[in-house]
């Protein structure tokens, strides 16, 4: 069962997106736009009421993206450590292996939207930062890593894993292997309880 | 003695610097920055060149006064994991405390510029991973640290630290001095020799 309509406005985010990838959201126009999907400005129109809504949809799709590639994944692994260190690993390889471009747009653009498309996102991302404090504070109470504030642990941890999209090189000295192995020996030997 | 044409181009850079901390430099035109400053834009061009020579000149002073504010007061501390330790402390402080506006834009527009300007920028960066990479590597040669791999340390400290840049915000439950002491002593122990 093919739904045109719906491949079709996908075409348009995956234009959409690459063009924003590249030159940012600003430098971009939905001239631009409608000429990568082959479309006059009014039949892009069409499609999507506003360059904002076109934003707010790729950001949607990556946040899609990021729930199916990192959370689905760990959500149900009962120990709190492992389930926080296979989340690392998938969350670097989404950065680095894939270099999604609508995480990467997520990441980059986070004080572009405005108002209620703003909230939207905010409440996705901020839902990620709760599963992680969930998990430290679980974590704390079995006793598998020190007392250390949960809040604090988490922005650490998604300080090492998400300033990997401004530097990462798929052809640097770093595979993206190496890099989630290295990242999480370092990350939670800090975590463990002082012998 | 003052130096009036040296003090007009440095209010033109402070103007410049604060309407592209607000709104980006894809959204901020010269027009904008001409009427910040009570000038014409024919009076702007006639202070700066192109609004990419603008940029680079903010990104140079912000450089100027991250190397001022950290790597000089940090630089001469002979024990490597105490050198690393306070420029730690003072890197976050320079994003949260100061919450510099022309360290933020060196940060988020790390794509903007272009080749010459680029390079100029990204080579006065990689000065600064390639002294922590160097702090750590004689860490490990002292035995204070374990033998990981330095590039890896230097790009996990400055994610901890950088990424500060996207979510923190001073009203919020962690205070800037509770926030660098909390990640010097998750990051720290991290690197402690195994007992």
């Given at each position: 069962?093919?739904?045109?309509?719906?491949?079709?406005?996908?075409?348009?985010?995956?234009?959409?997106?690459?063009?924003?990838?590249?030159?940012?959201?600003?430098?971009?126009?939905?001239?631009?736009?409608?000429?990568?999907?082959?479309?006059?400005?009014?039949?892009l129109?069409?499609?999507?009421?506003?360059?904002?809504?076109?934003?707010l949809?790729?950001?949607?799709?990556?946040?899609?993206?990021?729930?199916?590639?990192?959370?689905?994944?760990?959500?149900?692994?009962?120990?709190?450590?492992?389930?926080?260190?296979?989340?690392?690993?998938?969350?670097?390889?989404?950065?680095?292996?894939?270099?999604?471009?609508?995480?990467?747009?997520?990441?980059h653009?986070?004080?572009?939207?405005?108002?209620?498309?703003?909230?939207?996102?905010?409440?996705?991302?901020?839902?990620?930062?709760?599963?992680?404090?969930?998990?430290?504070?679980?974590?704390?109470?079995?006793?598998?890593?020190?007392?250390?504030?949960?809040?604090?642990?988490?922005?650490?941890?998604?300080?090492?894993?998400?300033?990997?999209?401004?530097?990462?090189?798929?052809?640097?000295?770093?595979?993206?292997?190496?890099l989630?192995?290295?990242?999480?020996?370092?990350?939670?030997?800090?975590?463990?309880?002082?012998?």
């Amino acid at each position: 069962m093919s739904r045109p309509r719906d491949q079709r406005y996908h075409e348009i985010l995956e234009s959409a997106a690459r063009l924003i990838f590249q030159s940012g959201y600003e430098a971009t126009s939905m001239q631009e736009i409608a000429e990568a999907c082959g479309l006059t400005k009014a039949g892009l129109y069409h499609h999507i009421k506003t360059k904002e809504a076109l934003l707010l949809a790729i950001m949607h799709y990556g946040m899609d993206m990021f729930d199916d590639m990192v959370i689905a994944k760990v959500a149900d692994i009962v120990d709190p450590v492992a389930r926080l260190r296979e989340c690392m690993a998938r969350n670097v390889a989404l950065v680095t292996l894939d270099s999604s471009k609508e995480v990467t747009i997520i990441l980059h653009e986070h004080q572009t939207l405005t108002g209620a498309s703003r909230e939207e996102i905010n409440s996705r991302k901020k839902r990620y930062v709760r599963f992680l404090e969930a998990a430290f504070r679980e974590a704390i109470e079995r006793g598998q890593i020190r007392a250390v504030d949960p809040t604090l642990a988490a922005f650490s941890f998604l300080g090492v894993v998400l300033w990997t999209y401004k530097w990462y090189r798929a052809d640097g000295k770093l595979g993206p292997r190496q890099l989630s192995d290295g990242m999480i020996d370092l990350f939670f030997e800090g975590l463990m309880p002082r012998s």
